[in-house]
């Protein structure tokens, strides 16, 4: 069973947790799970656990998530990269693999950025560099029901945001994660309720600069029925990285950790061990996106490069 050990750190004000679950031996160096909208870094579930199976896992609650404090919406994606360099230092943590899912997938794009010496690799799931025109009206209207304190609306559109696929699609535990995601919508306390608004505005308002380029190797991964950060979306964002992996899961939607949590896991293994991503059952083959033109790229059938 792995040690689990908890630091806190304060950045520019604003105090941060982290939490490492530390592994006896192994594979490779520590995975940093960054979350999005109200994930706590210690509600990872399945995903966290079979990851720790074979790696040191650090999770976190950076400024504007779980037990850290409140950040205001001014305060932009280089404020919270370098609070999680902050917060790694604290933990010990040098030389890490990084995942940044929804919300958390820009502050992981600039801290490879800003901090490429200690970055190994990054994954980003269902990246949110940018809002898709198609949700930015339904992300404002959250922020509008949940000033107005209209709790049962706002939890329903906020996970019919996340979840949002096409009528029919074959979506594995959709229903369970939805019932999941609404309770956690409409039980919301005013603490978190302001966190997700500035987190919600910041979103909106702000989007990551592209320069300079990504170094280390990269993975873009989504449902294959993911209708908030689309498919396309997610290849544009591959397309900004000179060395860089897409692949779309089967049968999952925005939220495939929570969906498919042991082969979400298994995926980011692979890729952070280096093993082929070739063949996989659970996911389309993987396509090479070089750093040209948005949506430029070219099938590998190897994984990593």
């Known amino acids: 069973m792995a040690f689990e050990e908890f630091v806190v750190s304060g950045y520019g004000g604003f105090k941060s947790e982290?939490?490492?679950?530390w592994h006896g031996d192994?594979?490779?160096e520590t995975v940093v799970l960054i979350g999005g909208a109200l994930q706590r870094k210690t509600a990872w579930g399945r995903f966290e656990a079979v990851l720790a199976e074979r790696f040191h896992v650090f999770t976190v609650d950076l400024p504007g998530w779980g037990e850290a404090d409140t950040l205001p919406a001014s305060y932009d994606v280089d404020f919270l990269a370098a609070a999680l360099h902050d917060l790694l230092g604290a933990a010990g943590h040098r030389r890490v693999h990084v995942l940044g899912a929804s919300y958390g997938s820009g502050i992981a794009y600039r801290y490879a950025q800003t901090y490429p010496q200690a970055v190994l690799s990054v994954t980003l799931a269902g990246p949110l560099l940018r809002?898709?025109?198609?949700?930015?009206?339904d992300l404002r209207r959250t922020v509008r029901l949940l000033e107005g304190e209209r709790m049962e609306e706002f939890a329903e559109l906020s996970a019919g945001i996340v979840l949002r696929s096409r009528p029919g699609a074959r979506v594995t535990r959709q229903s369970a994660v939805r019932r999941i995601l609404y309770s956690l919508f409409r039980d919301i306390d005013d603490a978190d309720g302001q966190k997700y608004r500035n987190n919600t505005l910041r979103v909106l308002q702000q989007a990551p600069s592209l320069q300079p380029p990504i170094t280390a190797p990269v993975l873009v991964a989504t449902g294959e029925h993911d209708l908030f950060t689309p498919p396309d979306l997610c290849r544009e964002v591959a397309s900004t990285c000179p060395d860089a992996r897409f692949t779309l899961v089967y049968h999952a939607d925005h939220a495939m950790h929570l969906e498919l949590p042991d082969q979400a896991a298994d995926l980011l293994?692979?890729?952070a061990i280096g093993e082929s991503l070739d063949g996989l059952a659970y996911c389309h083959p993987v396509e090479f996106s070089a750093a040209l033109s948005p949506g430029a790229r070219m099938y590998a059938g190897d994984g990593r490069r």
């Open 131 to 137: 809002v898709p025109d198609e949700v930015r009206e």
């Open 269 to 271: 293994t692979r890729f």
């Open 18 to 21: 982290g939490r490492t679950l």
């Open 26 to 28: 192994p594979v490779a």
